[in-house]
């Protein structure tokens, strides 16, 4: 979703930095510091299901180099000695507006990276385009109808193109 050259600027950006391992993120989260550290980041899970973590308000779009993802959202962490640990982790995301039936692919990535996690998303986000008037909700409390022309929201996710 969003503006085209948002898509086409991410190709010629650096994308979100991979954490493959425990030893990846230790290294990096080494040399964050604390202030940025204490605000959630981007993130995307890409489609090898590798963490990517960019500085927050960057476009989940240029974390992910342009490229489809398994899951996007934001991530807050805090140190512990010897790495770090996951505070918050949502799957909010207006670029991918992703299902919150993604978590396993984070759940996963997170474990790959040696990161202590929450057992589910600590916020979920609903996400699905007024077939009306092509408006982005964010759906509320289970009630589907548009913010913007008060048309019923399909049930199922209407974000992307079929897979
Ligand atoms: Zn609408």
Known sequence: MGPPEIAAA???????????STTDFRAWVDRVD??????PFTYVVD?????????RHSEHVACA?????????????VRRTGGAAVVEVTNQSTGYCPEPSCWP????????????????????????CCPRCAELNV?????????????DLPASWNLGAPA
């Open 139 to 151: 759906v509320k409390e289970a009630v589907f109808v548009c913010a913007m022309c008060g048309d």
């Open 105 to 128: 692919a984070v759940a996963e990535a997170l474990d790959r990276a040696g990161l202590d996690r929450p057992g589910g998303f600590t916020a979920e986000f609903v996400f699905r």
């Open 65 to 77: 180099g342009g490229g489809p993802v398994l899951a996007a959202g934001e991530v807050t962490f």
């Open 10 to 20: 991410a190709t010629d950006q650096s994308t979100g930095r991979p954490m493959r």
């Open 34 to 39: 604390p202030r940025e550290l204490a605000e």
């Open 47 to 55: 489609v090898d299901g590798v963490l990517r973590l960019a500085p």
